[in-house]
């Protein structure tokens, strides 16, 4: 079956998270964050929030993510050490596999991925989270 998504209408539906932390419980999520569609070993999510998210990693495959609305930092952890992309709306990025990153967004920021699963995160406010290794996977 082809799979046809309004992301307007899926938008409309959520609730901006705000404040977000990278301590903050799934059920802090509920409401934010919304799986669209099945997509390879992953899904196509959206989600709408400020603040910021946990660290998180996708061993299995690179992560699409597409700025929908409004800004963020995406903070990566590199061989080289911490960089950060300014992202606006229209903005796309592919985030390696295995590669360590989190999103900051004081203003808001509205996002789509397409994200392979399972997912490595670290659940601690740390500047390096190959240090605190993976706190939670799902």
Known sequence: ????????AELGKLTMLRG???KSTAEEHDGAFA??????DGAVFISKFS???AWERHPQGDEIVQILDGETT?????DEGLQSLSLKA???VI???SMW???ESPGGVSVMTATPQPTDHVRADVDDPRAAGSGDVR
């Open 1 to 8: 079956m082809i799979a046809v998504l309004d992301l307007s």
């Open 101 to 103: 990153h989190q999103f």
């Open 90 to 92: 229209g903005m796309v």
């Open 20 to 22: 977000r932390t990278p």
């Open 74 to 78: 995406l903070r990566l952890m590199t």
């Open 51 to 53: 603040g910021t998210g």
């Open 95 to 97: 985030v390696p596999q």
């Open 35 to 40: 799986r669209l569609a099945p997509y390879r």
